[in-house]
Nanobody, 125 residues
């Protein structure tokens, strides 16, 4: 049974930082690609960042480039999202996702078959 459990969300002031973690189980983590998506109230879910199974490829939404960093630790079956210089518009529920196969498609949402429950990030102005 696949499980993706996010943690690290919370309330932070604008300009602050948070690090999200996603612990995965149930599938061979080291050969699957991972992504972070977010959904703000009243908006559709959107891509934030993705990392290939090897860690050699990463992609970011334009809105977070230079501020967010995705990384993974295959020994711990965990993917991270370091978020710096947070803005109020980053407020959303952040979801971790795991790909169907080892083929890397970056931020293409349909490439991800498994999803976590989400963690709330709130950035106050």
């Amino acid at each position: 049974q696949v499980q993706l459990v996010e943690s690290g969300g919370g309330l932070v002031q604008a300009g602050g930082s948070l690090r999200l973690s996603c612990a995965a189980s149930g599938r061979p983590f080291s050969i699957t690609n991972m992504g972070w998506f977010r959904q703000a109230p009243g908006k559709e879910r959107e891509f934030v960042a993705a990392i290939s199974w090897s860690g050699r490829n990463t992609d970011y939404a334009d809105s977070v480039k230079g501020r967010f960093t995705i990384s993974r630790d295959n020994a711990k079956n965990t993917v991270y999202l370091q978020m710096n210089t947070l803005k109020p518009e980053d407020t959303a529920v952040y979801y971790c996702a795991q790909s169907r196969t080892s083929s890397y498609y970056g931020g293409v949402e349909s490439a991800y078959a498994y999803w976590g429950q989400g963690t709330q990030v709130t950035v106050s102005s």
